[in-house]
Nanobody, 113 residues
Framework: QVQLVESGGGLVQPGGSLRLSCVAS????????MSWHRQTPGKERELVAS????????NYADSVKGRFTISRDNSKKTLYLQMDSLQPEDTAMYYC??????WGQGTQVIVSS
């Protein structure tokens, strides 16, 4: 019933950009804080960015500050992650999550020449 579906991942060259989307269903999206996380093999899942329920407050991991932008459109029940100046170390599975701990299935981002 409660579902998060990510999309927008893909293969890009270093310096390129991607925009990830996470479409929510089965709950009142506008009432939940949301976040993006990423994970690579052999590492724990890491918090990338978070946003308050109304979108007025955001937070970012130091590794992505100035390059990534988290946003949301509550009318569309969609969370976004704009990723610019991508580097190989950004390669990972990217997941969206509700503030109450419900996860999406993830979308793969590969940054490579």
């Amino acid at each position: 019933q409660v579902q998060l579906v990510e999309s927008g991942g893909g293969l890009v060259q270093p310096g390129g950009s991607l925009r990830l989307s996470c479409v929510a269903s089965g709950f009142t999206f506008r009432m939940f804080a949301m976040s993006w996380h990423r994970q690579t093999p052999g590492k724990e899942r890491e918090l990338v960015a978070s946003i308050s329920n109304g979108g007025g407050s955001t937070n970012y991991a130091d590794s992505v500050k100035g390059r990534f932008t988290i946003s949301r459109d509550n009318s569309k029940k969609t969370l976004y992650l704009q990723m610019d100046s991508l580097q190989p170390e950004d390669t990972a599975m990217y997941y969206c999550k509700t503030g109450r701990g419900v996860w999406g299935q993830g979308t793969q981002v590969i940054v490579s020449s």
